[in-house]
């Protein structure tokens, strides 16, 4: 596959979605409805539930055989009476769906409703809507339309999260039990609840810095090209991963950091060098002054430290000469 972060970058594109709620709330509803009568009341009536014209709520419209309900639960019902209409009165002796208590010997019990939990099978299906025709697994191709649907820029830091969450072997490909792990992991199973949910993890990372540091660390894995046996990232694509990992939470001397690394001929970055970059960030700061060459810094720290010594030292130099210079004339 190769290093092909650069594949990501497609157009966005709003995505749609078929809600199917309302025919869900109606079917709730009417479960509901049905909790109200046991079942040692049907012998002697039945009811009828009714569609109010918005299409979304139940109601009580017709009730056969429903009267003087005994403390026996139907046993004493003198006689029979068909299609009586529900009058207000009856519904002022309900309790409201969702608290207990009893009306006419009736116990009624209903708690609130219970979110379904994700289901493996919408994960499997929502893969194989990406996944490549001949391969079973997703590649640039289906990234890219997945990315579509989230509504995300493929070189997006939220595509960095994701990726990270499906602890993604490579760049530019999610295998089935990869996207399947960590989907359930996130306990989501639709591309609305990967949206909701990637916000939330973005924020924790924000707060953890361990969180950050596995974040930051399989970031060098990722970038690599593992087919190749790949080692050490290309500087170019650390360069970029850089800037990407450190979308949240950027060290103060960063920037200066990648214009070294630009301006000089730097290979590649080795794993050791990429993971002590962020020890080397946060105990320096800004304060190159702090970095103490004696200790087990990589040796393009040296390099960096000096360079920007240097740089400081010529800039110091020359607002001395023009200072001089200024003070010299009469």
């Known amino acids: 596959m190769g290093n ?6 497609v157009p966005l594109s709003p995505s ?28 002697s009536g039945h009811f009828v539930s009714g569609t109010h014209v918005n299409g979304n709520k139940k109601s009580m ?3 056969s055989t429903f009267n003087s309900v005994g ?31 009893t009306s006419s010997g009736l116990s009624l019990t209903a708690g609130p409703k219970q979110q379904k939990e994700p289901s493996e099978n919408k994960r499997n299906a929502l893969f194989d809507q990406y996944k490549d025709p001949h391969e079973d697994v997703i590649l640039a191709d289906g990234i890219e339309r997945l990315c579509e649907d989230l ?22 490909q999610f295998t089935r039990h990869e996207f399947i792990t960590g989907l359930k ?4 199973d639709s591309i609305r609840g990967i949206q909701a ?30 087919v190749s046996g790949q080692r050490i990232l290309p500087a170019d694509m650390a360069i970029v991963l850089w800037r990407l990992v450190f979308t949240i939470r950027e060290p103060p001397l960063l920037t200066r950091w990648l214009k070294f690394l630009e301006c000089h001929d730097v290979r590649g970055i080795p794993r050791d060098t990429w993971n002590m970059f962020l020890n080397f960030a946060e105990s320096i700061g800004d304060d190159l002054g702090a970095y103490d060459d004696a200790e087990a810094w990589p040796s393009l720290f ?20 023009i200072k001089d210079a200024s003070i010299d004339k009469p």
């Open 4 to 9: 092909c972060f650069s594949c990501f970058k």
């Open 16 to 43: 749609t979605d078929t809600d199917q709620s309302i025919s869900l709330e109606q079917k709730d509803e009417t479960m509901e409805l049905k909790g109200l009568f046991p079942n040692s009341c049907q012998q």
């Open 61 to 63: 419209s017709t009730l």
């Open 71 to 101: 403390s026996d639960n139907c046993g004493s019902v003198p006689g029979v009476q068909s299609n009586v209409r529900l009058s207000r009165g009856f519904y002022a002796r309900l309790p409201p769906l969702g608290r207990s208590g």
């Open 151 to 172: 509504q995300l820029s493929p070189d997006e830091f939220k595509v960095l999260v994701l990726a990270w969450k499906l602890n993604a072997e490579q760049m530019c």
């Open 185 to 188: 992991a996130m306990k989501v």
């Open 197 to 226: 949910r990637l916000p939330e993890i973005v924020q924790e990372l924000t707060v953890n810095s361990d969180l950050f540091k596995d974040l930051y660390r399989f970031t060098f894995r990722f970038g690599l090209d593992v």
């Open 302 to 321: 040296d390099d960096f430290v000096e360079y920007e010594n240097d740089q400081m030292n010529q800039n110091i130099t020359k607002d001395d000469i």
